[in-house]
């Protein structure tokens, strides 16, 4: 099975601080992707990968940066927490670009980062 | 406008007892309709993909269908561990998703 972890269950940050939100994949994955789910409002793409050093800015960038120096891993990093950025984290990726397989674009997400600023 | 919308927000149900939930969208281009299981505290986990109106999928008491503007997930006969969030989520292009809020389901024993 493909295993998405994420290595902060649950964070509480100070407004201002630097975040860092770790991701890693085992299955080789080409796409990479950091998502925020807020009660109301689903699941929102913050940034994307689709190979290493490569990013694409989702729908709600501001406030974020991401960084992929390897293939099985995709930072979140928050530069001055605030706190409207309270929230559940999700990372995620796929398999490839293109759909080469029905399964190819299926996400598999890791368990999430409860992410409290206060 | 692009957007997803699943119905009801929340159901409950009585262990056994059938429904169904909604999920419609105005997506142009649909490349995929993906339903996920969100347990709570974690990351959703997938069910099916759907690919084109009339397909059909199934795995143990649901039932995933596809029309052109909408996609059902059919449960029959549910249990308690069947209680959990469920996502719809259409693809557009390869990266770009579009997320329902979901449908808190709860089955009552």
């Known amino acids: 099975d493909v295993k998405v972890t994420q290595s902060s269950r649950y964070l509480v940050k100070r407004t201002g601080e630097k975040v860092f939100l770790e991701c890693v994949q085992d299955m080789d994955h080409e796409n990479m992707f950091w998502y925020r789910q807020d009660p109301g409002l689903g699941l929102r793409l913050i940034y994307f990968?689709?190979?290493?050093?490569?990013?694409e800015k989702g729908d709600i960038p501001e406030g974020y940066s991401v960084s992929r120096e390897k293939k099985e891993r995709f930072s979140l990093i928050l530069e001055s927490a605030s706190t409207n950025q309270t929230s559940m984290y999700l990372c995620?990726?796929?398999?490839?670009?293109?759909?080469?397989?029905?399964?190819?674009?299926?996400?598999?997400f890791g368990a999430g980062s409860r992410l409290t600023v206060l | 406008e692009d957007q997803v919308t699943q119905s009801p927000e929340a159901l409950r149900l009585q262990e056994g007892e059938s429904s169904s939930l909604n999920c419609s969208y105005t997506v142009s281009g649909l490349r995929g309709l993906f339903w996920y299981r969100q347990d709570p505290g974690k990351g959703p986990e997938f069910l099916f993909t759907?690919?084109?109106a009339g397909e059909e999928k199934e795995k143990e008491r649901l039932k995933a269908t596809l029309t052109k503007k909408e996609s059902f997930l059919h449960i029959t006969a549910p249990k308690p561990e069947d209680s959990a969030t469920y996502l719809c989520?259409?693809?557009?292009?390869?990266?770009?998703?579009?997320f329902g809020s979901g449908t808190k389901l709860n089955v009552k024993p």
């Open positions: 995620a990726s796929s398999l490839a670009r293109q759909g080469l397989s029905p399964g190819a674009n299926v996400l598999t």
């Open positions: 759907l690919y084109s």
């Open positions: 990968s689709y190979d290493v050093k490569m990013k």
């Open positions: 989520a259409v693809q557009a292009y390869f990266n770009k998703f579009y």
